[in-house]
């Protein structure tokens, strides 16, 4: 079961987490993905910050150095533990360094479809066709121990009716078709 503790939840909503979420919010090329105790963020489909994680009320993030360039020589500081403003800050203010690494890195091995997964999400849920869909993406690249699934998506009428009801609605699996 995919959930955050309340202290991770009043965390991002008003505390220590806040600048990261409030980035998330204010950038869109950004997705902040629920997991099991943890959060991704994503950037074109790939994870700009792995994890952030939260065991005993100590928070933990991480990147994936192979996105970086080995000849780098400017790599901000990253702390592992975030314990204080500062630490946060630190991933917040890395944020433009680390797109750039991964749009580089991306340019090299593109990953189109984990990317057009991230767009279209961000489309469908807050863009402009975002008020004519009846399905809301929850989640990308779910899996569990019975399959992968593209898109995990709730079926939600677009009318404004509707949307004010956020109760009985039915989930949607999406897998891609292949053609052979």
Request: charged residues 25%; hydrophobic residues 35%.
């Amino acid at each position: 079961m995919r959930g955050l503790t309340n202290y991770f939840i009043d965390q991002l909503k008003s505390g220590l987490l806040l600048p990261i979420l409030g980035l998330v919010q204010l950038d869109s090329t950004l997705c902040l993905e629920i997991r099991e105790n943890y959060i991704d963020i994503y950037y074109r489909g790939g994870n700009i910050i792995r994890r952030i994680e939260e065991k005993q009320e100590v928070f933990k993030a991480s990147f994936d150095r192979r996105y970086l360039d080995k000849d780098s020589t400017k790599v901000p500081y990253l702390p592992d533990i975030l314990n204080n403003p500062g630490d946060v800050e630190a991933w917040v203010n890395a944020i433009p360094f680390l797109k750039h690494e991964m749009d580089l890195w991306f340019g090299r091995h593109p990953k189109n479809e984990r990317e057009f997964q991230q767009l279209m999400l961000r489309e469908n849920n807050f863009g402009n066709s975002a008020k004519g869909t009846d399905y809301f993406i929850c989640d990308i690249e779910y899996a569990n121990y019975t399959g992968r699934f593209d898109l995990i998506t709730v079926q939600w009428p677009s009318s404004p009716v509707h949307r004010k009801n956020n109760r009985n609605l039915r989930l949607a699996f999406i897998l891609r078709a292949y053609m052979v």
